[in-house]
């Protein structure tokens, strides 16, 4: 079943004068390709669905948050938006039809999902549910434009909040949240030209001068570049006990678990390819002020890692923390707005997120809901992502890159040697 929000006419939108976040100008502008670019989360409940409380959450959902009701339009280089009121929103339920075959039915909610979360349509996001005996597994697709992955992953919690509440005819147990849509204006005031980090901009040239113009790419061959799909997956790289012994063999060194995948993947790039540095393109939240914790929107600032990898382990875990502490400063200037200031226009090609979603509400839940995210399709030639994600479960990596059998080699090789290195870091292998 697709569920479809609407608003009855026209009327009911309004001109808002706030600007959209650089961020999502930028993507904006990149998205006149065409190509889908959602994220995604899905979560099953143990029970069959009831249609009229789902339709009640969804739209306490919509009203919850500001960003789910704008819309943009562009007119050449011009961004306008619109935005629609609490209350105004409606539900239409289409049924998908019915599925004996898993990979048919995966297949038919990518094409709806491609179809429906365009940045420049409303909604850009679609909601879908399975529904079979006992069960209901609830997927929710989104362009980029208007979430992150924390925003994401805040949605099996509210949903399943609101569900609750509909049923019961009760509110729900949900605080208040802040508009996204605030938090990009604020963003547009801040950072004026002439307010602008200049050591942020610093940081960009010194990673752009040491690859000849560009950004980094992967550490070991892709291919030959083509338009072929690329390939997804997933790898847990640690379970929960490994996981805390991870962090605490950081520790002992005045680090932390982030400080030891990033060095992890350092140590990897010099064992396999003699690579003497480490670089790549790293996502940071930029939630900095409690205001914006339980917002929906994107919410993450660009920022380059490039760091000497040493012989020694204690000394690897220091340069690589006192990197990352750059980095996050570096990441308060928005990527666009960074190589605007720099007269180029570049885009990453080897980029590695890290997020410890352990303390989003609901987290403690994920396993029984059967939790997972998801990513549309890809066939960029040059891309390689790598999202690390540290949960009460573990620690997993979600990676994509260019469909090649050069790069699934080359991939999967570095993969099996951090998580090798990461069992090191852990003391489950012997050290170093």
């Not at 989003?360 to 066939?379: D, E, K, M, Q, Y």
Request: with cysteine; glycine share 6%; proline share 7%.
């Amino acid at each position: 079943m697709l569920w479809q929000v609407d608003v009855p006419g026209p009327a009911c939108w309004q001109p808002d004068r706030r600007r959209p976040s650089h961020i999502q100008e930028e993507h904006l502008n990149y998205a006149e390709n065409g190509l889908p670019a959602w994220l995604g989360v899905a979560f099953e409940w143990s029970e069959e669905l009831d249609p009229r409380p789902l339709t009640r959450a969804i739209l306490g959902w919509v009203d919850r948050h500001e960003a789910l009701r704008r819309r943009f339009a562009k007119d050449g280089p011009a961004i306008t938006s619109a935005t629609v009121g609490p209350g105004k929103s409606i539900v239409h339920r289409t049924e998908l039809g019915y599925y004996i075959d898993r990979t048919e039915l995966a297949r038919s909610l990518k094409n709806v999902f491609d179809a429906q979360t365009s940045p420049l349509r409303w909604p850009p996001y679609a909601l879908a549910t399975v529904s079979r005996p006992g069960s209901t597994t609830i997927l929710l697709a989104s362009d980029h434009a208007i979430t992150d992955l924390y925003s994401l992953a805040s949605v099996p919690h509210d949903l399943t909040q609101l569900y609750i509440a509909a049923v019961r005819g009760v509110r729900p147990k949900l605080a208040p949240v802040q508009s996204y849509l605030d938090y990009a204006e604020a963003e547009r005031v801040r950072l004026t030209e002439s307010a602008v980090n200049g050591h942020a901009i610093e940081h960009w040239r010194e990673l752009i001068e040491a690859n000849a113009g560009q950004l980094p790419h992967f550490p070991l061959p892709l291919g030959v570049q083509d338009q072929t799909m690329q390939r997804s997956g997933r790898m847990w790289l640690l379970d929960p006990v490994g996981t805390r012994e991870f962090d605490r063999a950081c520790r002992t060194e005045n680090a932390n678990t982030a400080v030891g995948l990033f060095a992890g993947l350092a140590l990897a790039g010099k064992r396999l390819a003699d690579h003497q540095d480490f670089q790549t393109v790293a996502p940071f939240h930029t939630r900095d002020d409690l205001r914006w914790r339980g917002s929906f929107g994107w919410y993450v600032g660009m920022s380059p890692l490039h760091f000497r990898v040493p012989d020694g382990f204690p000394e690897l875990l220091r340069v690589t923390r006192l990197e990352l502490v750059r980095a996050k400063e570096t990441a308060r200037v928005p990527f666009s707005k960074a190589m605007e200031l720099l007269g180029v226009r570049l885009r990453d090609r080897f980029m590695v997120s890290y997020m410890d979603l352990r303390k989003v509400p609901g987290s403690n839940c994920w396993a029984r809901w059967r939790t997972s995210f998801l990513i549309s399709c890809n066939a960029d030639p040059h891309e390689a992502y790598f999202w690390i994600n540290r949960s009460h479960e573990g620690i997993c990596v979600n990676f994509r890159h260019p469909g090649t059998a050069t790069a699934r080699t080359s991939t999967d090789n570095y993969l099996a040697e951090f998580a090798a290195l990461s069992r090191r870091i852990s003391g489950a292998l012997p050290r170093f």
